[in-house]
């Protein structure tokens, strides 16, 4: 079946730093790529998605491109600050899995100052 | 932004007793309603969808009369662990979307942390 994995956490990183986090798929279909955020006591919230190959989503600095050769959605953002700490979900839909969301493990990612 | 809320945000039950968790959508109505279990570390699996109305829809391997599930009104789902055992100690987390389709956005609860002793 489909499935997503996600670079092992925590991350910890200084504020200002480069931020990349891995998260590559398998999938039967074509799915559509998604990077959710989950804030300390608080519900994941959708980041950024795209659809099809070569698209590239971004939101608040964070970006990610769907890389169909390589299997992979990773997200990026060049400069960090400590209010990006929180827990960062990869996960993919795929119409021939029923559309259902299906999630990587999440990365913890903790800025300091 | 659409907003969903989990209740009890964490609750601990005795082995054998039943507990009932509450998702609300709070300012749109939500036609499907999914729920989740995390375990630490792991990913959210789906357990079930439920649409208003209707019965739920149970991933494979979730057993539909362990976990009870009821879609009530257009903003409000409940989840009933029935005769909970300590395994069923989790986090479970709610989402909501207008449609349920591929395309539709789902918003999440906070979650729910259930301890069973």
């Known amino acids: 079946g489909d499935s997503v994995t996600q670079m092992e956490g925590p991350v910890t990183l200084s504020e200002e730093a480069f931020l990349t986090i891995n998260c590559t798929y398998t999938?039967?279909?074509?799915?559509?790529l998604f990077w959710y955020v989950q804030y300390p006591g608080e519900g994941l919230q959708l980041l950024l998605k795209?659809?099809?190959?070569?698209d590239k989503g971004s939101n608040k600095g964070f970006e990610a491109t769907y890389r169909k050769e390589t299997t992979s959605f990773h997200l990026e953002k060049g400069s960090v600050q400590v209010s990006d700490s929180a827990v960062y979900f990869c996960?993919?839909?795929?119409?021939?899995?029923?559309?259902?969301?299906?999630f990587g493990q999440g990365t913890e990612l903790s800025v300091k100052p | 932004g659409a907003v969903v809320s989990q209740h009890p945000s964490w609750v601990i039950c005795k082995s054998g007793t039943s507990v009932k968790i509450e998702c609300r959508s709070l300012?749109?109505?939500?036609?499907?309603m999914f729920w989740y279990r995390q375990f630490p570390k792991q990913s959210l699996m789906l357990m079930a969808t439920?649409?208003?109305?209707?019965?739920?829809?149970?991933e494979q391997g979730v057993e539909k009369d362990k976990f009870l599930i009821n879609h009530a009104s257009l903003t409000l789902s409940t989840l009933t662990v029935t005769s909970a055992h300590p395994e069923d100690s989790s986090f479970y987390i709610c989402?909501?979307?207008?449609?349920?389709?591929?395309?539709?956005?789902?918003?999440f609860g906070p979650g729910t942390r259930l301890t069973v002793t």
């Open positions: 300012d749109f109505q939500a036609t499907t």
């Open positions: 996960a993919l839909s795929d119409l021939d899995q029923g559309g259902k969301l299906i």
């Open positions: 989402s909501a979307s207008l449609s349920g389709t591929i395309n539709d956005e789902q918003y």
């Open positions: 999938a039967t279909g074509y799915p559509s």
């Open positions: 795209a659809t099809k190959a070569d």
């Open positions: 439920s649409n208003e109305g209707s019965k739920a829809t149970y």
